[in-house]
Nanobody
Framework: QVQLVESGGGLVQAGGSLRLSCAAS????????MGWFRQAPGKEREFVAA????????VYADSVKGRFTISRDNAKNTVYLQMNSLKPDDTALYYC????????????????WGQGTQVTVSS
């Protein structure tokens, strides 16, 4: 069992930056691939980024490639999402998730989910 708690969301102007954090409970954090997803009002939850258990492999959605960076610190049981050059279209509730399988962008591939942290980007 893994519990995930996101933080770091907030209100930022277009062009600004935010860093999201996801703290995980449990001793087996390093066994999980980790992902970030987001859901805007009236839209489906969509994949943002994912990282393998070792941090050696990362995957990004085309919409965030070059602007967002996912990383992890297994000693701190934490995964991060650095978001730069934010756009109003990035406004959403951001969720972190854990998967007991190789890094994947598929929502169905994740076993545990956090409650989300809100990111709002003003124009």
């Amino acid at each position: 069992q893994v519990q995930l708690v996101e933080s770091g969301g907030g209100l930022v102007q277009a062009g600004g930056s935010l860093r999201l954090s996801c703290a995980a409970s449990g001793r087996t954090f390093s066994s999980y691939a980790m992902g970030w997803f987001r859901q805007a009002p009236g839209k489906e939850r969509e994949f943002v980024a994912a990282i393998s258990w070792s941090g050696g492999s990362t995957v990004y959605a085309d919409s965030v490639k070059g602007r967002f960076t996912i990383s992890r610190d297994n000693a701190k049981n934490t995964v991060y999402l650095q978001m730069n050059s934010l756009k109003p279209d990035d406004t959403a509730l951001y969720y972190c998730a854990a998967a007991l399988r190789p890094v994947t962008g598929l929502r169905s591939g994740y076993d545990y989910w956090g409650q989300g942290t809100q990111v709002t980007v003003s124009s």
